[in-house]
């Protein structure tokens, strides 16, 4: 239920993108795509100077949204791969890097707010099993090659998650969790299966 809400969230941010002739919602979500980028780069550079005023290494910081890129890129490129060679994915790419663009800005700005960081807590049983079960889900219904891809989206996803919880803490692996169900079930646009 969490992951659809979040789901839901991720897809309402732009929903007349999806609308008029496949020029016009390239155009919008080109649009959306350059909005989330611009809102991440300030709400990053304002964690930096927050860092630096509060005397912590950002070393760390540049590592997880390093890792973030990766993940993003990977991710973004195998959801493009699944609908090539259709006219339809380069805009579903875009629509992935919008989400998880989105998704980062506001755990950025979740370490902005932070005065401290909090203890970190595990993830829920139930919500790693969540995550495993529809990875295996995916796995059934990709080629070799597309598997392949999907597991390197997920290794990088994995690494982002470690280093991003290792400075966020709190409740950061169950919300990062969460959050990657919710791409994986937002990805899909065939019948879900989950």
Not at 87 to 115: F, N, S
């Amino acid at each position: 239920m969490v992951a659809f809400v979040l789901a839901y969230q991720l897809l309402a941010a732009a929903p007349e993108c999806n609308q008029g002739t496949t020029y016009d919602i390239r155009e919008c979500w080109d649009k959306q795509d350059a909005a989330a980028a611009a809102a991440l780069a300030s709400t990053y550079s304002a964690v930096q100077a927050a860092f630096r005023e509060r005397g912590l290494d950002i070393e760390p910081l540049a590592q997880s949204q390093s890792a973030w890129t990766d993940a993003r890129d990977k991710t973004c490129s195998f959801e493009y791969e699944q609908y090539l060679p259709g006219t339809i994915a380069p805009q579903l790419g875009t629509e992935c890097d919008v989400r998880m663009t989105q998704a980062r800005t506001g755990r950025l700005d979740t370490v902005l707010k932070q005065k401290a960081r909090p203890r970190e807590a595990p993830v829920a049983p139930a919500t790693d099993a969540e995550l495993n079960r529809i990875y295996r889900l995916y796995l059934e219904r990709l080629s070799k090659s597309q598997a392949a891809s999907f597991a390197a989206a997920q290794a990088a996803w994995t690494s982002y998650r470690d280093k991003w919880c290792a400075i966020e803490g709190g409740s950061c692996l169950a919300m990062l969790t969460n959050e990657r169900i919710a791409e994986l079930e937002a990805s899909w646009l065939g019948e879900p299966f989950w």
